[in-house]
């Protein structure tokens, strides 16, 4: 048996909730539902984004840093 790569633990096109909110100019973090549970990412937005808002991971930076974008309401 092998190990899953590196794409099959993406975060990409997952959902999440924002924890701190995500500043214009700065990061922010979400919980994103990952590998059946949740984690915890540094999330960087175009636009500013709410706490409790629902967000969907566009791309990432780093292992830990996001970008997402904010969920129609």
Same mark, same amino acid.
């Given at each position: 048996m092998h190990r899953a790569d590196e794409s099959a633990r993406s975060p990409v096109g997952a959902t999440g909730r924002v924890t701190v909110p995500i500043p214009p @100019? %700065?990061?922010g973090e979400v919980l994103v539902a990952v590998r059946g549970g949740?984690? +915890?990412y540094t999330a960087w937005? +175009?636009?500013s984004i @709410?706490? @409790?808002a629902r967000v969907v991971v566009v791309d990432t930076v780093s292992a830990r %840093?996001?970008?997402v974008e904010r969920l129609p309401s």
């Amino acid at each position: 048996m092998h190990r899953a790569d590196e794409s099959a633990r993406s975060p990409v096109g997952a959902t999440g909730r924002v924890t701190v909110p995500i500043p214009p @100019d %700065g990061p922010g973090e979400v919980l994103v539902a990952v590998r059946g549970g949740s984690e +915890a990412y540094t999330a960087w937005s +175009a636009t500013s984004i @709410d706490r @409790d808002a629902r967000v969907v991971v566009v791309d990432t930076v780093s292992a830990r %840093g996001v970008i997402v974008e904010r969920l129609p309401s």
